[in-house]
Nanobody
């Protein structure tokens, strides 16, 4: 079965950085998209970044130039490097997987940007 487990969230000051990790279990060797979503209290869930199995990365306009999604296929892990964080980016961040017509999410990791 597919399982996604996020880690790396925490408290960071405005302008700071965090690196989120998502460990993936299950068969995702081909034809998948991995990525990150976030949801702040009272707001819609937002797609932050994606990476296809071929290595094509895309980003929400609001995070371009500051966030980077990457992967380590050997470790079956996807990362989100977040730089120059803003208070409004406080949210629960979820690892996301699309494969075989299905969507999966992890339980999320809290990121709080505050001084």
């Amino acid at each position: 079965q597919v399982q996604l487990v996020e880690s790396g969230g925490g408290l960071v000051q405005p302008g700071g950085s965090l690196r989120l990790s998502c460990a993936v279990s299950g068969d995702i060797s081909r034809f998948y998209t991995l990525g990150w979503q976030r949801q702040a209290p009272g707001k819609e869930r937002e797609l932050v970044a994606t990476m296809t199995w071929t290595g094509i990365a895309r980003y929400a306009d609001s995070v371009k130039g500051r966030f980077t999604v990457s992967r380590d296929n050997a470790k079956k892990t996807v990362y989100l490097q977040m730089n120059s964080l803003k208070p409004e980016e406080t949210a629960v961040y979820y690892c996301y997987l699309w494969i075989k017509g299905n969507e999966y999410w992890g339980q999320g990791t809290q990121v709080t940007v505050s001084s």
